[in-house]
């Protein structure tokens, strides 16, 4: 069965410095989607970013990016410039093309200090 | 705003009732997810229709049911609820059902309290 796992429980970043939140994975499959979402306060998801397992350059969504080691089943997000309003709990999720369904990890609660 | 609507927002109710949440996906999408959020559990998948038919099934409570009608909305139905049933319930929804990747987009949520 596929597995997410984030380890940081809780990170913390000044404001306008660069964070990164750690994410690994377990699967056989070799067509699956990866994902991070953000869940602030009023607790909606957020999509954050997405990466293709099968491209190999990183996604970038302006000051998020990611950092995919297919080999090593990690898929690590940067946020650079952190502000204030990033300030949230960061959900990993796998898709898969067997599972069907979005596989998230257990979060990662961001706190960002002025 | 994702586009996904779930109602009702809010919603408090005792021990042994049952009660409906329902959701409207984006416009296009054919795929509805239902997910639990809860402190203990995290974020579990329940289950997900796709144009009409269930697709996939996850730790789903034989309590709980769902169905996805022809305008594609979606009720997830939940009966003879136990305080543990206390959660955020998502709704999600997707343009397809069986590809890997569909970025799948949230609702709001719709807040369950059992006393």
């Known amino acids: 069965a596929q597995t997410v796992t984030q380890s940081q429980p809780e990170m913390s970043v000044q404001e306008a410095e660069t964070v990164t939140l750690s994410c690994t994975y377990d699967?056989?499959?070799?067509?699956?989607?990866l994902f991070w979402y953000k869940q602030p306060p009023s607790r909606q998801m957020i999509l954050v970013i997405r990466?293709?397992?099968?491209?190999?350059q990183n996604a970038t969504e302006n000051r998020f990016s990611v950092n995919f080691q297919k080999a090593a089943k990690s898929f690590s997000l940067k946020i650079s410039d952190s502000q204030l309003g990033d300030a949230a709990m960061y959900f990993c999720?796998?898709?898969?093309?067997?599972?069907?369904?979005?596989?998230f990890g257990t979060g990662t609660l961001l706190a960002v200090q002025p | 705003d994702s586009g996904v609507t779930q109602t009702p927002k809010h919603l408090i109710t005792a021990t042994g009732q049952r009660v409906t949440l329902r959701c409207s996906p984006r416009?296009?999408?054919?795929?509805v997810y239902w997910y639990q959020q809860s402190l203990d559990q995290g974020l579990q998948f329940l289950i997900q229709?796709?144009?009409?038919?269930?697709?996939a099934k996850g730790n789903i409570l034989e309590r709980f049911s769902a169905q996805q009608f022809p305008d594609l909305h979606s009720e997830l139905n939940l009966s003879s609820l136990e305080l543990g049933d206390s959660a955020l319930y998502f709704c999600?929804?997707?343009?397809?059902?069986?590809?890997?990747?569909?970025?799948?987009?949230f609702g709001e949520g719709s807040w369950l309290t059992v006393v």
């Open positions: 999600a929804s997707s343009v397809g059902g069986g590809m890997a990747g569909n970025t799948i987009y």
């Open positions: 699967t056989s499959e070799s067509d699956y989607y």
């Open positions: 990466q293709e397992a099968y491209k190999q």
């Open positions: 999720a796998y898709h898969g093309g067997a599972t069907n369904k979005l596989i």
């Open positions: 416009s296009g999408d054919l795929s």
């Open positions: 229709y796709y144009n009409g038919e269930e697709r």
